[in-house]
């Protein structure tokens, strides 16, 4: 009986060896596409970054922002404000002029948060408020828009 068991000992111990190193290889595998798809979007950023830097280093966009508006926001300013307040001026450069409600919806953050935001850059002078004078505007709502000093 000893003779029988031996056998099948070494067929299971081959099988769970046979079994690891499939996993190992299996693993290797999905390190090896994972590897591919860095590379690939390394490539594509790459490729994005030249674009930009042919456009002028900041991008159109950007540039676009403060010949249009008048505003002291240009790209280095831009650039140099935390996320968060230059989330709320790009919202509120799409929108022109707009209540702290208006960018919030924008946003997705709460109007008390985004009002906050907004009167940071006042503060900073990048933004001006007023309240409501044109004509179909609230006239108790605060206004925000671009064009600092």
Do not use: C, W
């Amino acid at each position: 009986m000893k003779n029988k068991a031996k056998p099948r000992k070494t067929s299971v111990v081959l099988f769970y060896i046979k079994t690891n190193i499939l996993q190992a290889i299996l693993r290797f595998m999905d390190i090896e596409v994972l590897l591919e798809q860095i590379r690939d979007n390394l490539v594509e950023l790459n490729s994005k970054m030249e674009q930009l830097i042919e456009q002028g280093v900041t991008g159109r966009r950007i540039a676009d922002f403060s010949k249009s508006k008048g505003s002291p926001l240009d790209a280095m300013a831009l650039l140099e404000l935390p996320d968060h307040l230059r989330q709320s001026a790009m919202s509120l450069y799409e929108l022109e002029r707009a209540t702290a409600e208006e960018v919030s919806a924008k946003t997705g953050r709460s109007r008390s948060i985004e009002s906050a935001y907004l009167n940071q850059l006042v503060g900073r002078g990048y933004v001006k408020r007023e309240r409501g004078k044109l004509s179909g505007e609230a006239p108790k709502k605060v206004y925000f828009y671009l064009g600092g000093e």
